[in-house]
């Protein structure tokens, strides 16, 4: 059966594998073939993605978010059409229609202070950005991240996360880019001490790291800290803004006004790249001092910025928050339900509003679970650096209907993940 997409066809999905392999990315092709996920997305609507075969999947990986509000959400797809009438990518030389008024909406939404937006095209850039401009304010090169942590596969970016990827391409930096352990007040006093560091950069909850909660009062003291030896604060809200914890960025249920905010994947709506980084007048110098001092074609592309008005709009809604707190409370129900069934086997549940991490009894349980999730028409994703734990991220605006089949899928697959880890483990022995 031939597949054709008007600009492009192929004769069947297992060409598309082939080429995937010959022409673009051989090792994640292969990957998610042997890991018995040979996804290959066609259709796309709402919260369901379709495999090239017809496979129905409701889709709580979204990307990391990108999908907060649905895949090719209307209303976003509606404003960029509009857009497209009138803008095109603009010129980022010169003041801009759309990145003054998304820049605004931006500042009138952020936590105190945040008074400045420089434009990227997507999230590492966002992150190079902010601690380009942490090491403008302070004069100083030390950038403290978190062991375990992800920010990005740009220039600097790359160095403030794990070692997998900053060693494969010889980037890393560890005088430069100090790691310290997550909740660890005491390492990063130690880290801050001399007075030498630049900025501490942290998502609110460590996404790629199976999102583990922070100790009560750990973020507010490390931003005491950054106060204490004249570090600036950066929150990564790239995955945890936006209304996914049910506020429209989770750093602000900790009372932090961070110095720098990044935000990127969902601010896109899905539809058009751009990332955005939010910074305090302390921080914000070089934007005065050389305006030029960071160029990028496509940050902050117009029609991008119409994207993000609108998905901005949509996520600061009452009755979006209404309803992540209503699907935050029914999921997390759920959760502890089919938890109760398994307990020796779903050990954990790290939930911040439509953030969740699952967490199973075995050093690779995530990886089972997803496999059948799967099987039984649901795509999460296992944590890349603890794959013990799943990523489980519900959209902004599913409907009650939904959310009660995802439990009902989500019961079945945990199950038969844990009889797929004995009968591993009866073979190992």
Not at 120 to 144: M, W
Not at 238 to 260: A, N, Y
Request: glycine share 10%.
């Amino acid at each position: 059966m031939s597949h054709d997409y008007g600009f492009f066809s192929f004769e069947s999905k297992d060409e598309v594998l082939a080429k995937s392999k010959e022409f673009w990315n051989p090792g994640k092709t292969q990957f998610w073939i042997d890991e018995g996920v040979p996804l290959v997305i066609d259709r796309r609507e709402g919260y369901f993605i379709y495999d090239m075969s017809g496979k129905r999947l409701i889709d709580t990986h979204l990307n990391g978010g990108t999908y907060n509000l649905g895949h090719r959400n209307p209303e976003v797809v509606s404003a960029i059409e509009s857009a497209m009438t009138h803008f095109d990518i603009g010129n980022h030389h010169f003041p801009s229609l759309a990145r003054t008024a998304l820049a605004e909406a931006l500042i009138a939404g952020a936590p105190p202070g945040l008074t400045k937006v420089v434009y990227g095209s997507g999230g590492g850039e966002a992150i190079d950005i902010a601690l380009k401009t942490a090491r403008h304010a302070t004069q100083k090169r030390k950038i403290v991240s978190i062991v375990k942590a992800y920010h990005g596969h740009t220039g600097l970016a790359v160095a403030t996360g794990d070692d997998r990827f900053s060693k494969l391409f010889l980037s890393e930096q560890p005088d430069d880019f100090p790691h310290v352990p997550f909740n660890d007040l005491a390492a990063m006093e130690e880290a801050l001490v001399g007075r030498d560091v630049a900025a501490v950069i942290m998502e609110t909850i460590p996404a790629t790291y199976g999102f583990p909660l922070p100790n009560p009062g750990y973020l507010e003291a490390v931003k005491a800290m950054c106060e204490r030896y004249d570090a600036l604060y950066i929150a990564d809200e790239v995955q945890t803004g936006l209304m996914r914890t049910g506020e429209l960025w989770g750093i602000s249920k900790h009372g932090i006004s961070p110095d720098i905010m990044v935000t990127g994947k969902g601010i896109s709506g899905g539809m058009y790249p751009i990332s955005a980084v939010l910074v305090n007048e302390k921080a914000a110098g070089w934007l005065t001092e050389d305006g030029f001092g960071h160029i990028s074609t496509f940050g902050g592309a117009e029609v991008g910025c119409i994207a993000a008005l609108k998905s901005l709009e949509i996520c600061s809604r009452p009755e979006t928050r209404s309803m992540v707190h209503y699907i935050s409370d029914l999921i997390g129900r759920g959760m502890r339900s089919i938890q109760d069934l398994y307990p020796d086997w779903f050990v954990g549940i790290r939930q911040n509003g439509v953030i969740l991490g699952l967490e199973f009894a075995d050093p690779q349980g995530a990886k089972f679970v997803m496999r059948r999730l799967y099987e039984h028409g649901v795509w999460a994703i296992f944590s890349t650096l603890d794959p013990r734990v799943l990523q489980f991220k519900p959209g902004l605006l599913l409907t009650p209907e939904l959310c009660e089949e995802l439990l009902d899928r989500a019961q079945v697959a945990i199950g038969l993940a844990r009889d797929d880890v004995a009968r591993a483990g009866r073979k190992a022995s």
